[in-house]
């Protein structure tokens, strides 16, 4: 990676004059310096600096030639916050004079922050650039030396509070940063979990070599709730080589090979859903991360497969009634007819099951339902409805209450047979091909109602 400002070694001679006679002139420190904007303006480093930077903000250091004892000059960089979400885009790079920028090795974390460490012994002098690519500002001490000063950044002030923030992250540490992603592990073809807001999850995983061919396909379906509508497009998984590891190492924005589209397939409100197709090579070692940008926690099902439809614990399921009546229900729906005939008392429900399986090869299949009741004055069947539901929208029901699942559609009034004795109700849709679906039929009225829903346009039975 280039930096600004290319510096060749004709144009430094000058620089270098009159930094070493600065150097020789300057008694040694360790006090906090802040680095220059640009390698030009580079600030010589002696001992630790510290500084902070803003978003999109960069300092450069100069570490010259000969100051160090140490066999294997090392450098490290600490900063504060901690969170992943920041150290993702804080960027540590090291060039030699000639522009040449150096290997950074044994990335790891020491007492609660972040902690790089350099090899510079192949180059010296050299340049050193810590850069800001994130939305929020940090601050950072740099120790050029590690066998002179360890770095530590001062706790706050409120040592309990310290102490359980500590332990959190050090019992939520595993799946948290390609550094230690857990397994990609399967139990009956999902992984559940929990995202906190603005984090990632992590994980790992490589596929055994299976036969000749040594490419292997995958699908991978995500679901999350709590989903608003909104909540869906900052929610995503995405897969990486595992060569990417040494990019997020120095600091730099790692690159996909791919993430999870947007899709709305459940019929639920309440979930969001994203789904990846694509092969991978055998033997290979394959990152993987769902990230979680909304400001709340989100609980998520991860498949190895493509499902549409899935039953997703916790989710409440649906209630049984106290008394187990066919067609109360949706455990206990009836099956839907052609025709379908009933009575319902005040308040009183009933609900019916089906799925149109025709082995058309067509996805998605046309339906009319036509509702006819009785007796009708004109403003019963403003109170006398029926509604259509997905398997996934029924979970949330509970006997008497629709507050908490969602419909697909539901009946319209239509006045087509120019009887005032009778109410019609009239819907017409699309659902997919070999799906579960119910229809659920309620009496909001204060009087008996009878009723005939049937599967078709109906004019006047």
């Not at 580079?42 to 000969?66: K, V």
């Not at 187990?324 to 429900?349: D, H, R, V, Y």
């Not at 067509?362 to 004055?377: N, S």
Request: aromatic share 12%; charged share 20%.
């Amino acid at each position: 990676m280039k930096h600004q400002n290319k510096i060749r070694p004709s144009n430094v001679i000058l620089f270098f004059a009159v930094l070493l006679l600065f150097l020789a002139a300057s008694p040694p420190c360790a006090t906090a310096q802040t680095g220059g904007g640009t390698p030009a303006t580079a600030i010589p480093l002696r001992g630790q600096a510290s500084g902070s930077l803003q978003p999109n903000e960069q300092h450069w250091f100069l570490a010259p030639q000969g100051e160090s004892t140490a066999e294997t000059p090392r450098l490290d960089l600490t900063f504060s916050p901690t969170d992943q979400t920041v150290a993702n885009f804080i960027g540590f790079k090291v060039f030699s004079e000639d522009d040449t920028q150096l290997n950074l090795v044994n990335y790891q974390k020491s007492e609660g922050h972040w902690v790089w460490t350099a090899d510079t012994a192949a180059a010296r002098p050299y340049y050193i650039q810590v850069v800001n690519n994130s939305d929020f500002a940090f601050d950072y001490v740099l120790s050029w030396r590690a066998d002179l000063v360890e770095a530590v950044i001062p706790p706050p002030a409120a040592v309990e509070e310290t102490k359980a923030e500590v332990a959190v992250e050090e019992n939520s540490i595993v799946g948290t940063d390609p550094g230690n992603a857990r397994a990609l592990t399967f139990n009956n073809n999902v992984i559940q979990g929990s995202v906190g807001g603005g984090t990632t999850a992590w994980f790992e995983f490589s596929l055994p070599q299976a036969g000749t061919d040594p490419y292997q396909a995958l699908n991978y379906t995500l679901f999350f709730t709590p989903d608003d509508g909104n909540r869906r497009h900052k929610v995503n998984f995405e897969l990486y080589p595992y060569s990417e590891f040494k990019r997020w190492q120095q600091g730099e924005t790692l690159t996909n090979f791919g993430a999870g589209m947007l899709i709305d397939r459940d019929g639920d409100n309440l979930t969001g859903e994203r789904f990846w197709s694509g092969n991978v090579i055998e033997g290979d070692k394959y990152l993987l991360a769902i990230s979680n940008g909304n400001d709340i926690t989100i609980d998520y099902w991860l498949f190895d497969e493509d499902i549409i439809n899935p039953i997703l614990g916790p989710l409440p399921l649906p209630k049984e009634p106290p008394f187990i009546i066919e067609g109360a229900a949706p455990q206990t729906a009836q099956s839907l007819l052609g025709l379908n005939k009933g009575s319902l008392a005040p308040n009183e429900e009933r609900w019916y099951a089906f799925r149109i399986t025709d082995f058309d090869e067509q996805q998605f299949e046309e339906l009319a339902l036509t509702m006819i009741t009785t007796p009708d004055d004109g403003n019963r069947i403003r109170r006398m409805t029926f509604d259509v539901f997905t398997a996934g929208g029924v979970q949330g029901w509970s006997a008497g209450d629709n507050s908490q699942i969602n419909n697909i559609g539901t009946g319209s009034l239509v006045y087509r047979d120019d009887n005032e004795q009778t109410g019609e109700r009239f819907w017409h849709g699309w659902v997919i091909d070999n799906e579960l679906y119910y229809v659920q039929i309620r009496n909001g009225t204060d009087v008996q109602m009878d009723y005939w829903l049937f599967t078709d346009d109906v004019y006047g039975p």
